[in-house]
């Protein structure tokens, strides 16, 4: 399953470990409040797919072999194996301390979570700061680990801090915390850290983001984008200027032979052929190699191990517009309570991934798939329109207060990922609620979503059955 994160005002992630080789399937649908042709007024769908969507796997490690990696010391001379396990280690750290932070969010501040965090760091740091490296490449990666994880667990634990529950935690709990922080500001004096972390919040934070992006430059696989079908459309581009100059070449000489001169209404038409063609041609030929690519992947992507640029997976991706009753039969049957309308425009991403076993033998692999709202809260039309009330509603006759309105648009978005060799799918469904700022609310909803059990009972012939009784 897929844990949720939201990413500023316009952005959320989900992510999710691979531990397993082999094929994955993950189907995005986003149910726009939108209907008619959503796509030719909107976002493009190559638009959307390079802009909205970023879907993008890292190395998290194994913890247990970590250790005993780290112990042997020919292991430290090594480059770039030292950053990739280093790297590994951080963000492992990161999703771990991600998901300990949602659990506080979902829930009141209590002792538990707040506990695993502080005893998540303190291991972290002992673990990390137990040998030091040598060679200067590796020292400079070191330091930007250090650097950064004493910043990120300073947030943690500042943010922890500022909760409305956090005096009301043990005392004992409340102390370690502060000598924790205590001990890393003497860590920070002593390694000479301190002039990273000063200036103003922003280029604090400015700061740690661009230590993030070089850190996690040796764990990101490495991603090379083909677009699928280019040859599909010169063929088809081929075809039909071939057959509009037979026609009209014919058309030509048989005007030629009847009149043996060239009248001026010719060459009229001669232009107005032209034109016309000129005017159909781009719109024929991306509706004949859509017809003839249907249900064909829009992209491939080859994931490459950092460094070496080694092949570790490969990954076909679809990105298409639809209405609901072009679903599949599962999420055609469990969307009619909140999708009703049939001319709903749905976004439709599915992404399948054949996940080499070469790639798990040293590592974890996070898959992060970011969805970023703000081209669809642009869509938003701004509106001036005013609400007017008592300020005490008690009191009639009371001071006038005027309450500006925000338009707001409902979208249902539903994931679906399935791992091909168990044979099942699982769901998850949230309601998100865009305005012309971000997002103003996202709530997890239940869906009716088969068992594995219910999935593997139905036959062939009865899904087949199913596809008929719809159409």
């Known amino acids: 399953m897929f844990s949720l994160r939201r990413k500023g005002d316009y952005r959320l992630q989900f992510t999710r470990a691979l531990k397993r080789p082999g094929k994955y399937r993950v189907e995005l649908y986003l149910f726009t409040p939108y209907e008619g042709r959503f796509s030719e007024w909107t976002l493009s769908e190559q638009q959307f797919f390079f802009k909205a969507l970023e879907h993008r796997f890292r190395l998290l490690g194994h913890p247990d072999s970590n250790r005993a990696g780290k112990s042997g010391s020919s292991f430290t001379l090594l480059s770039p194996h030292y950053e990739i396990q280093y790297g590994s280690w951080l963000f492992q750290y990161r999703a771990s301390i991600d998901h300990l932070r949602q659990q506080i969010l979902n829930a009141e501040l209590a002792n538990e979570p707040v506990k695993r965090a502080l005893r998540l760091i303190q291991n972290f740091a002992q673990r990390l700061r137990k040998s030091s490296p040598t060679q200067d490449s590796h020292h400079r990666y070191f330091r930007l680990v250090d650097i950064y994880f004493s910043w990120h667990a300073e947030q943690f634990l500042l943010e922890c801090m500022a909760m409305e529950g956090f005096s009301e935690l043990d005392d004992d709990l409340k102390q370690s915390i502060r000598e924790f922080l205590e001990r890393e500001y003497r860590y920070r004096r002593e390694m000479k850290y301190e002039p990273d972390f ?23 696989l490495r991603s090379k984008v083909s677009e699928l079908g280019s040859g599909t459309r010169k063929v088809v581009k081929a075809m039909t200027t071939m057959l509009v100059m037979s026609l009209f070449t014919y058309f030509l000489f048989n005007t030629r032979a009847n009149s043996q001169q060239l009248s001026l209404a010719l060459l009229l038409a001669i232009a107005m052929t032209y034109a016309l063609r000129d005017l159909l041609r781009d719109d024929m030929i991306a509706r004949l190699t859509g017809w003839l690519r249907k249900g064909r992947p829009r992209w491939k992507v080859r994931l490459l191990m950092p460094y070496t640029n080694k092949l570790l997976a490969l990954q ?23 999708a009703a309308s049939e001319e709903r425009q749905i976004i439709c991403f599915r992404s399948m991934l054949n996940l080499d076993k070469a790639a798990l033998v040293e590592n974890q692999i996070q898959e992060r798939l970011s969805l970023d709202c703000e081209e669809l809260c642009a869509l938003i039309q701004a509106t001036r329109n005013q609400v007017f009330t008592w300020a005490d509603k008690n009191d009639p006759f009371s001071a006038i207060e005027a309450h500006p309105i925000d338009k707001q648009h409902d979208y249902d978005l539903l994931l679906v990922n399935t791992e091909i060799s168990q044979g099942y799918s699982s769901a998850q469904r949230w309601r998100l609620r865009l305005g012309t700022s971000g997002i103003v609310k996202c709530e997890t909803k239940n869906i009716d979503w088969p068992t594995p059990e219910e999935q593997g009972s139905k036959t062939f012939l009865e899904r087949v059955s199913h596809r008929f009784r719809k159409r």
């Open 198 to 220: 000063r200036g103003n919040p922003t280029r604090l934070w400015n700061r740690m983001s661009l230590y993030l992006r070089l850190l996690e430059f040796p764990v990101v």
């Open 316 to 338: 076909n991706v679809w990105l298409d517009y639809r209405k609901r009753p072009d679903l599949p039969q599962a999420i055609f049957d469990r969307s009619s309570t909140w």
